[in-house]
């Protein structure tokens, strides 16, 4: 019997690939996430999933984020992104950590070959991005491995810097103290092995997947 997960933020979205799954794969058995909490509570429950078909933007997966640390976690578990974008610098970023990207406009056909080619230990793309995709380079592979050492409210914090706000601000909207977000600066630059917060938001911006609102 094989094991999916689902992690998508949209319901109807998660049962019509629930459905179409269960029409191409025989005694499958899927599992549900609707945010990055949940999909890493059933990560450590489920400890024989196949796959994790994941959304990018679901609430708290934090752009690329997400998909490295749980790459980093689970570092033999096959992850294919599930996107309604098929913007080529997303993908490029996407295919350093997962082994498949696959359009949510794709057929049930699609999908199903997709996974089956992942499942068998290769990786995934639609046709027409293939020739367009570029691998991510091996500064970039470091790099999201000294992110993914942060800590989820270290992380909320470096998004808060690459968007610009004073300690003040992300002080406010993190309901927390300055000394705090001070303590969380400092350990950000120690994680990244950056001096200022300059060098701390460019490593933000290689990270960040835009446009969100296309996904």
């Not at 997709?114 to 091996?138: R, S």
Request: proline share 4%; glycine share 6%; no cysteine.
């Amino acid at each position: 019997m094989s094991q999916f997960l689902i992690a998508d933020d949209h319901p109807l979205f998660r049962e019509a690939l629930k459905g179409a799954l269960s029409a191409k794969f025989e005694g499958l058995e899927v599992f549900e996430s609707s945010d990055f909490d949940s999909t890493l509570q059933v990560l450590s429950e489920q400890e024989d999933l196949d796959i994790l078909l994941l959304d990018l933007h679901m609430p708290g997966n934090g752009d690329l984020y997400g998909l490295i640390r749980i790459r980093e976690d689970y570092p033999s578990l096959p992850i294919a992104v599930v996107s309604g974008s098929e913007d080529v610098n997303i993908v490029s970023k996407v295919m350093g950590y997962a082994m498949g990207f696959i359009p949510k406009s794709s057929s049930s056909d699609d999908i199903a070959s997709a996974i089956n080619q992942i499942l068998e230990g290769d990786t995934w793309l639609p046709k027409e991005l293939k020739n367009k995709v570029a691998e991510i380079e091996g500064e970039d592979r470091e790099i999201a491995a000294q992110v993914a050492s942060l800590a989820p409210q270290q992380y909320r914090v470096l998004q808060y810097l690459h968007e610009g706000l004073l300690n003040k601000q992300i002080a406010y909207e993190l309901h927390i103290s300055e000394a705090t977000v001070k303590a969380h600066i400092t350990a950000i630059f120690r994680k990244l092995g950056v001096y200022n917060r300059t060098q701390a938001v460019l490593i933000a911006a290689k990270l960040q997947l835009e446009p969100i609102e296309q996904v």
